[in-house]
């Protein structure tokens, strides 16, 4: 682990932007994260590029599309990808060891693909979410086919878990996911990480879910001072 001292006029989400994009180099293929610190990365990332990086890049949402386009950097479509650098983005919950939850956002289907298949993914986070065991503040979000949510939900309560479906931001909806599909956001009582990623992983119904299990390469920590690094 070591630490990198950046201008104490910037927050912490602009620090830790700074740090990840000082890793990228010419030619790289760099996938986009979603939220706030992935933005602050993008504006770092075009004006690298400003400066005479050539890079690509491939996004994990449409607003991280858009955000990129208007920065000027060039935006490969997914499909497009033949191979993918680094990915780059936030996370909801990081232990010590490198485990993450993400999809509190609409996008956890293309976030994981990303992530999965990125040579490096590096993780962009504030102490606020260090934690020492995942799901500590929030729920599992789990991503799952419309017709299926009542089976899953059913099959996950008999497992000891507790949760409900999420409503969209007004409160008068179900939250649908960039992917078409609804989310669980469900508790679990005693959580074995590695095991319930393999649960999750295969039970029947469940499109993708927000355990980010042995992904992450290294993750960046910002705090008053500097940038902490923490490498796999």
Do not use: C
Not at 71 to 93: F, K, M, N, P, R
Not at 115 to 121: L, Y
């Amino acid at each position: 682990m070591s630490t990198e001292i950046h201008n104490p006029a910037m927050n912490p989400k602009q620090r830790v932007a700074e740090h990840a994009a000082s890793f990228i180099e010419n030619g790289m293929i760099v996938g986009l994260g979603t939220g706030s610190t992935a933005n602050f990365f993008i504006d770092v990332l075009a004006l690298r590029q400003q400066q005479g990086l050539e890079i690509q890049t491939t996004a994990s949402s449409a607003i991280s599309a858009i955000r990129a386009r208007q920065a000027g950097l060039t935006v490969l479509a997914i499909e497009q990808l033949s191979h993918l650098d680094v990915y780059v983005d936030g996370a909801d919950e990081v232990t010590d060891d490198l485990q993450l939850l993400k999809g509190r956002g609409q996008d956890l289907v293309a976030e994981k693909l990303l992530a999965s298949h990125a040579n490096s993914f590096f993780v962009l986070v504030d102490e606020s979410k260090m934690v020492t065991q995942i799901g500590q503040q929030y729920a599992i979000p789990i991503e799952v086919l419309p017709n299926a949510w009542q089976l899953v939900m059913q099959s996950l309560q008999q497992q000891g878990a507790s949760g409900e479906l999420r409503r969209n931001s007004a409160g008068d909806n179900v939250a649908v996911t960039a992917a078409g599909n609804l989310v669980l956001d469900m508790r679990f009582a005693d959580i074995d990480t590695a095991g319930l990623n393999h649960l999750l992983d295969t039970h029947p119904g469940i499109v993708e879910h927000g355990i980010f299990h042995d992904l992450a390469s290294a993750v960046f920590i910002a705090d008053s001072s500097g940038v902490r690094e923490s490498w796999r």
